[in-house]
Nanobody
Framework: QLQLVESGGGLVQPGGSLRLSCAASGSTLDYHAIGWFRQAPGKEREGVSCISSSGGSTSYADSVKGRFTISRDNAKNTVYLQMNSLKPEDTAIYYC??????????????WGPGTQVTVSS
């Protein structure tokens, strides 16, 4: 079964950048769409971005469009989330999860343990 682990989080100043990684094991990543989600204290988990199994289709939440870029390297069994122009409201625990497609948020499973992103001066 697909197992995912996130990494790359940390503390950055507003306007800074981070690249998160979602590494897979137990199964090859190329059969799965991968979504990035985040949860801030006191808020519900929200979808951030998703990439299709082929990498040919991507989607983004309105709050991150133009600032975040999702990509995948199936040879490395890894999906990335490049985060630029970070804002304090981006502070959250970021999770990745797998699905057959990006079309149904209820279809995501195999959640990773998450990585903390903190944007503060």
């Amino acid at each position: 079964q697909l197992q995912l682990v996130e990494s790359g989080g940390g503390l950055v100043q507003p306007g800074g950048s981070l690249r998160l990684s979602c590494a897979a094991s137990g199964s090859t990543l190329d059969y799965h769409a991968i979504g990035w989600f985040r949860q801030a204290p006191g808020k519900e988990r929200e979808g951030v971005s998703c990439i299709s199994s082929s990498g040919g289709s991507t989607s983004y939440a309105d709050s991150v469009k133009g600032r975040f870029t999702i990509s995948r390297d199936n040879a490395k069994n890894t999906v990335y989330l490049q985060m630029n122009s970070l804002k304090p409201e981006d502070t959250a625990i970021y999770y990745c999860a797998g699905a057959r497609t990006c079309g149904n948020i209820l279809g995501f499973g195999s959640w990773g343990p998450g990585t903390q992103v903190t944007v503060s001066s």
